[in-house]
């Protein structure tokens, strides 16, 4: 199946594929010349931001973002998604809807597909363990969805909850989480235009390692926030619980917001390493970590009058 | 306790067929090194290379510690290894330490600073990595004569190396994997033979004596 690009939506879609992945030196030229605005500055570490919510940061190799996976539904090592994730059946594939909302709906994925216009979103992805990636997602925002079920004045958060099915997923046989995996969002976080449900990577079909055929990515949060394989999205009143705080509440809050002035008790926060930068051993220097992973202005507001430190 | 026959090695192949066990224990790192160089150790090879380092540190000091059960309980004496076994680890805890020094924390001080102090699971491999020290200082002949009967109580040292290492190890990871859980088991076994130890040796003895008076 190819990825549907609405024709209004990016210029990817006429670009020749070799030109938009040059795509970088056109905007570093244009800036050169004054042709972008402040958004388009360099910030902290050499941050620039093409049109849209995109990074213009080079995206990390694909065989790297296929290849280098925390998805424990299918094992707990890096490359074990990739080699075990071939047995998921991604059609069929219903997400249900429901909760505190007018209209609970079940929707087919590839009715989902087709009834929302699909962006390229080129997100950075830090994970809880220190290392990031630049991804080019393809995906449409949660808001939209949610927008469709029409959330009572009761809904305070969204609850995520992936597949289970032990029988394509062979890490669910294996009581390393509580499965299924669940994760959750306050709701006006939720309605943030960054917070996307993607179904694509690199302009194609999500691979099964990803999350596919649809998964959650929340660019400004640690990447387990990011709940893959996503069967049903529920608007409660309360906090719904999320797989790794139920697991070890000192160590993954519900917010989980990048943040590198808080550290995980048992490592540090403050530096990540960009998988894909180094050539074999050498050359793959850590580089610091933003405070929202770098989207502080686009989300920081949400957090206003609350103790960070307290609500990891 | 039954003793298995191994065929024994003649005595002129034993200096041979220890530096044929450094040689092989050293493959894996120098063999990883090469794959890290040409991009072989997949997405993140940094990482895949320090763990790599520590995962092995640990199985050679877990061979180590097995040459005395198995000289115990089997009847099988590989004790002209142990030393290459706990130099092996040494040098792999070694390169384990300089890997994440360079190429892991690029040598930034403050930051190793900050982690050494901060971090428990850092903390534990350092004190581990201090411990061994002296014991890779003094395996060598020279120092058995000279330090006598302390050589031996120097070197038991290698059992609050081996907790201290599982502990580094199993509080650097998310979960505990089927991979951890099997070395905590592996770890949990020679632990509790050194505490059984002594009164399994002594009730072979007393079974001896009770056979000399006979």
Known sequence: MLIRHAPDLTDNDVTDRSLY???????????????????????????????????????????????????????????????????????????????????????????????????????????????????????????????????????????????????????????????????????????????????????????????????????????????????????????????????QPSEYGFYANVNPAVDHPRWSQATERRIGEADGLFGGARIDTLPFNGYADEVASLYDGMDLTKFY | MATLALPALPARYKPASIWALYAIGLMPGLYAFYLGIFGGLGADPVRAFEHLLGLWAFRFLCLGLAVAPLRDLFGINLIAYRRALGLLAFYYVLAHFIVYLTLDRGLILSSIAGDILKRPYIMLGMAGLLMLIPLALTSNQWSIRRLGPRWNRLHKLTYPILLVAILHYALSLKVIDPEAAFYILVTVILLGYRLVRPKIMERRRAKRMAGATR
């Open chain 1, 21 to 247: 992945l040059r795509r970088r030196e056109f905007i570093g030229g244009a800036a050169g010349l004054g042709l972008l605005g402040a958004a388009g500055q360099a910030s902290a570490r050499g941050l620039t931001y093409g049109p849209g919510f995109s990074t213009t940061e080079k995206p990390t190799p694909k065989k790297d973002i296929t290849s280098y996976n925390n998805f424990y539904e299918f094992g707990v090592n890096k490359e074990d998604p990739s080699e075990n994730a071939g047995s998921l059946k991604t059609r069929p594939w219903t997400i249900r809807v429901d909760g505190e909302c007018e209209t609970p709906t079940s929707f087919a994925i590839d009715d989902l597909i087709k009834a929302n216009k699909l962006e390229e979103r080129i997100y950075r992805m830090r994970c809880v363990e220190g290392w990031s990636m630049v991804i080019p997602w393809v995906g449409f925002p949660l808001k939209d969805l949610l927008a469709q079920v029409k959330p009572t004045s009761k809904a305070k958060f969204v609850a995520f909850e992936t597949l289970m099915r032990p029988s394509e997923m062979p890490g669910q046989r294996w009581d390393t989480l509580q499965w299924p995996y669940r994760e959750g969002l306050r709701l006006d976080e939720a309605r943030h235009p960054l917070a996307i449900l993607a179904t694509g990577l690199y302009g194609e079909t999500l691979p099964n390692q990803n999350g596919a055929p649809i998964r959650l990515v929340v660019p400004w949060k640690y990447g387990f926030k990011g709940i893959k394989s996503i069967v049903k999205i529920t608007l409660t009143e309360e906090e719904p619980a999320s797989t790794w705080n139920l697991l």
